[in-house]
């Protein structure tokens, strides 16, 4: 029988928490904790462990020790601290490979709701008001996900930046950002990886400082998954 | 490889044997103990320990004739064969199985017309008839014994005198007769489908009938006791070597091939012989070629002897050596026969045999759906004959099906072994609340309407509400009792709807499930199966009855729920190292990433499923065994899931499955 008791998820969460220890707060630095819906704010005070979500605004920034190691989260950035953590290659592949696990399988279709039911509400209009800037946010996660790879944690940044691509999907327009993450799944040799996200970027609107670059790394790539 | 080796083998053998007079000597040959082996089964010369072949009935014919001086034709032999299950009679007649001897004492007397007389002497050896049985212990293992009557007859012309009167003599012939029975055993084995072996004995047993043989018992015929050892290898499907040894140093040596046909084979057959007592080395040879199809036979053979036709030998060596064998013997001239063979099958042929099978899954009478697409168990099924054939299996669980269930025909190749899966119905009465112990008959079938194989196994059929344990398979529980669960669904949002109507119509999905969260899962009590190995999942119609259950039934009815009213879910199958496990849910917001913000501002209390059009959409976790509200259930489901499969990888390295109810 699958059981388990309730209490069992809060006491394994607890145990797994690592602690962070605040250095420094500058500015408007906010914090989330958990899977809570609040933004509170952030001070030298805070007790902050890896559930917490930092967002910092405009010239804002925080100094973070986790152990011996200091991080720091600069300016329009949102960090999950769950995501500082040295992964290894194999654990960013199979972070990677959860991409496609987590989809529909093929079989189902099944987007229509049973027509056996009352429709209840109205269409939305486009004037709905929204609660956060969505791909600012996104533009945050992904400044998040940078600084992640600035402070060593290359192979996290991947899968956060992964992670905002599907959540914000707009963000997948940006370039440059692009461009960066592929160019880390190269550093890391990833090179099927890397070919298919640059095949991907390669349809964008590039500059053409930009398309040069692209070009370029699909051609390496290329020869590299030749030999 | 080692078929190669025993063929070698075989040569080697054969090249180093001095070769021997025969005894197991055939007319027809030596045939393989294989398929074939209808051929051979009008005869147990080379045959003692009676192995056939023949399905039911079998009769044979011979005729035939010995290229003497004048040839002479007769009637060699009339059989009659039977098989009952895996007993094998045969009878038959032989009145071609004669050698006659006619001699010139000679000793001769004048006679009163100055005429002279011989005086002649006649044997006759005659084999009257032979009995066979023989016993199929297993496939490939039989064992059988022969006997057969043989009568000798010895005439010799005397002159009597007789004293009256006068003092003369009258000429009469002195008969002296003699039967015998002569009994053997043998056996024979195949280990492997290239390789047959016989054993047998020779003369072992030797009864004689009538002992009153005063003058002539040195020309009886000799009856050595020995053995002989058979073997067959078939190093090609349509080629066999054969080979038979007799400890008195005689062999028989051939090889049989054949082609088939639609319905039909033409085989042929030669066998080569040595006998010490005649000339050349290689005495002779008896090809033979036969045409077989089901019911009929035409076989022609014949006997070769490369002495040439003088045969001519002194009274002082048959007297000394005599005759060993009554057709092959030094005094035998070339022979012909022409063999007809009728097969008749009164008993329906068993075309294809269940050898083994096995029950893959007991019986959850929940899983209606399962045993359509999975068997339920697996027939190891042979084809018996040399044909493709169309096996039809079908099976009834005794007191469970009503009626027999058909499954899937399946082809077999010749002489082919597969396994065959058995699917079943569950009955949509079945109900039943209690383990049972039932039997299934299992039936195979190459025809319409009979049976060529049965089997019978004991089958668990678990209580209506039993579960494997396999998350996977809780799905079958969700499906039932849609029409309740409808209508007392849109009961609950009925009651909502002035809410409902105040939403866009994109978050609908979302509140829809919050509503009925909060209406039916929250309202129950969460009740630990009383025994945690007994597994045991309510339908949802019994949850909401009861008002309570467990992670499982919770989940069931909720995704139950959800799923009537058209919200896509999924089960979580947390998979545990040891102990226990977790079951909890998601739901198909069906709202796009851009709009994920209007139902939270935390983006780790979603994720992105793409659907199959390669739409995403915003899905969500729900621990149903809150029973707390549904954003409490949602922030437990999503922690656990967020937790153990994105941040442990769990999806990735198998520990955490998503099932997808639809």
């Given amino acids: 029988m699958k059981k388990i008791l309730i209490i069992i998820l809060f006491i394994s969460g607890y145990l797994s928490a690592q602690n962070f220890v605040i250095v420094k707060v500058n500015g408007d630095v906010k914090a989330q904790i958990g899977i809570s819906e609040k933004w509170q704010n952030v001070d030298n005070k805070t007790q902050l462990d890896n559930n917490a979500t930092i967002m910092t605004s405009k010239n804002s920034n925080i100094v973070l020790m986790l152990g011996q190691a200091k991080i720091k989260i600069n300016n329009s950035s949102i960090v999950s601290l769950k995501g500082i953590k040295k992964l290894t290659i194999d654990e960013l592949l199979l972070a990677l490979a959860m991409e496609n696990l987590i989809n529909v399988p093929d079989k189902i279709d099944k987007t229509i709701n049973s027509s056996n039911t009352a429709v209840y509400g109205k269409e939305i209009n486009g004037n709905t008001k929204t609660i956060i800037d969505e791909t600012n946010f996104g533009i945050m996660r992904l400044n998040g996900a940078k600084q992640l790879a600035e402070n060593g944690y290359t192979e996290s940044s991947i899968v956060e930046a992964m992670e905002t691509y599907r959540k914000y999907p707009d963000t997948k327009s940006l370039t440059n950002y692009r461009i960066f993450f592929a160019d880390l799944l190269i550093s890391k040799n990833l090179y099927e990886e890397a070919l298919a996200e640059y095949n991907d970027i390669s349809a964008l609107n590039l500059n053409d400082k930009e398309k040069i670059h692209t070009e370029e790394k699909i051609n390496f790539l290329k020869k590299k998954l030749l030999r | ?662």
């Fill in chain 2, 1 to 662: 490889m080692r078929k190669s080796v025993l063929t070698i083998s075989l040569i080697l053998f054969l090249y180093s044997l001095k070769i021997y007079s025969q005894n197991s000597f055939g007319l027809n040959g030596f045939w393989s103990m294989n398929k074939k082996a209808n051929i051979m089964s009008n005869s147990i010369d080379g045959n003692t320990s009676n192995f056939s072949n023949v399905k039911d009935w079998g009769i044979d014919l011979s005729y035939g004739g010995e290229f003497a001086n004048s040839t002479t034709s007769n009637l060699y032999l009339l059989s009659l064969t039977k098989t009952l299950d895996r007993s094998n009679f045969y009878l038959r007649y032989t009145p071609g199985y004669q050698k006659d001897f006619f001699f010139i004492s000679g000793q001769s007397f004048v006679l009163e017309d100055s005429s002279t007389q011989t005086l002649n002497s006649k044997f006759s050896y005659k084999e009257i008839f032979g009995v066979g049985y023989s016993y199929q212990i297993y496939k490939n293992l039989s064992i059988g014994f022969t006997t057969r009557l043989f009568n000798q007859e010895f005439k010799n012309e005397v002159v009597e005198p007789i004293f009256s009167d006068s003092l003369y003599f009258n000429l009469k012939t002195e008969t002296e007769n003699s039967s015998f029975w002569k009994t053997d055993i043998g056996i024979n084995f195949t280990p492997v489908e290239y390789l047959s072996l016989s054993v047998a004995s020779i003369n072992l047993i030797d009864l004689k009938t009538n002992k009153n043989i005063s003058n002539n018992s040195e020309y009886e015929i000799k009856r050595p006791k020995g053995a002989q050892f058979g073997v067959t290898i078939s190093p090609y499907k349509q080629l066999n070597l054969n080979f038979i040894y007799e400890t008195s140093n005689s062999f028989m040596a051939g090889f049989n091939t054949g082609m088939d046909f639609e319905n039909a084979s033409l085989n042929l057959s030669v066998s080569a012989l040595h006998d010490k007592d005649q000339t050349p080395y290689i005495a002779g040879i008896v090809p033979a070629i036969s045409y077989q199809t089901k019911v009929f036979g035409i076989t022609l053979s014949g006997v070769k002897y490369f002495r040439g036709k003088n045969i001519s030998q002194s009274f002082s060596v048959f007297e000394t050596e005599g005759i060993k064998n009554i057709l092959n013997n030094r005094y035998s001239f070339d022979k012909a026969a022409l063999t007809i063979s009728f097969r008749l099958n009164t008993i329906a042929e068993e075309k294809a045999k269940i050898i083994n099978l096995k029950i893959v899954q007991d019986i959850f009478p929940a899983f209606e759906d399962i045993y359509l697409n999975k068997p339920f168990a697996v027939g190891k099924v042979v084809n018996q004959t040399d044909k493709k054939i169309s096996v039809k299996p079908s099976s009834k669980i005794i007191g469970f099906n009503r009626d027999i269930i058909y499954s899937p025909d399946v082809f077999v190749n010749a002489h082919d072994t597969v396994d065959i899966p058995f699917f079943t119905i569950v009955p949509d009465s079945y109900s039943n609340t209690k383990n049972t112990v039932s039997y299934v008959d299992f039936y195979i079938s190459t025809k319409t309407d009979e049976n060529d194989d049965k089997y019978q196994k004991p089958i668990l059929i678990n209580k209506i509400n039993a579960w494997d344990g396999k998350v996977i398979h809780l799905k079958e529980f969700i499906k039932r009792d849609a029409d309740y669960i409808i209508k007392y669904a849109k009961e609950i949002l009925s009651e909502n709807k002035n809410m409902l109507d105040t939403l866009v119509y994109s978050l609908s999905t979302f509140y829809k499930a919050k509503i009925l969260f909060d209406n039916i899962v929250k309202k129950f009590v969460y009740v630990a199966d009383p025994n945690a190995t007994s597994d045991y999942v309510q339908f949802p119609h019994q949850t909401i009855e009861l008002k309570g259950g467990d992670c499982d039934d919770l989940s069931v009815l909720y995704s139950a729920v959800l799923e009537n009213i058209g919200i896509q879910t999924a089960l979580v199958d947390y998979k545990p190292d040891k102990g226990l496990g977790h079951v909890n849910l998601l739901f198909n917001t069906e709202l796009s990433p851009q709009n994920a913000k209007w139902i939270t501002e935390n983006d780790r209390k979603y994720f992105i499923r793409k659907n199959n059009k390669g739409e995403d959409q915003v899905w969500i976790a729900i621990e149903t065994t809150s029973l707390t509200d549904f954003m409490k259930a949602w922030e437990l489901g999503i922690e656990k899931f967020n937790n153990e499969a994105f941040d442990n990888l769990g999806l990735a390295k198998g520990r955490v499955e998503i099932i997808d109810v639809q």
